[in-house]
């Protein structure tokens, strides 16, 4: 099961943090990856990280503002995210890979349940 949190209310510039954590499987076995979906949009990939931490992926849109890492000690994964923009409103899910790195949907087998980004002023 994987639980994020972290969500709510900014404004733009602003900034957030999500966390997403694991039960029932050791979170540092698998890539984890942070995708987004907005009303009538697809689901789509934001930020992805190896198992061991050593490799991150980010969408475009993105780069530069988030930054995904894992917290060993705490085994959890974070999201941490800046200079917020109108667009990255969404649910963000939580994921865990298949194996040890994946950027696309299909990489990832089991999913949060999504905690919402609203930003707005």
């Known amino acids: 099961q994987l639980v994020e949190s972290g969500g709510g209310l900014a404004q733009p510039g602003g900034s957030l943090t999500l966390s997403c954590a694991a039960s029932?499987?050791?979170?540092?076995?698998?890539?984890v990856g942070w995708f987004r979906q907005a009303p009538g949009k697809e689901r789509e990939r934001v930020s992805c990280i190896t198992n061991d931490g050593t490799g991150t992926n980010y969408e475009d849109s993105v780069k530069g503002r988030f930054i995904v890492s894992r917290d060993k000690a705490k085994k959890t994964v974070t999201l941490q995210m800046r200079d917020l923009k109108p667009e990255d409103t969404a649910t963000y899910y939580c994921?865990?890979?298949?194996?040890?790195?994946?950027?696309?949907?299909?990489?990832?087998?089991?999913w949060g349940r999504g905690t919402q980004v609203t930003v707005s002023s």
């Open positions: 994921a865990r890979g298949h194996a040890t790195w994946g950027t696309r949907v299909s990489d990832y087998a089991y």
């Open positions: 029932g499987f050791p979170l540092n076995e698998y890539a």
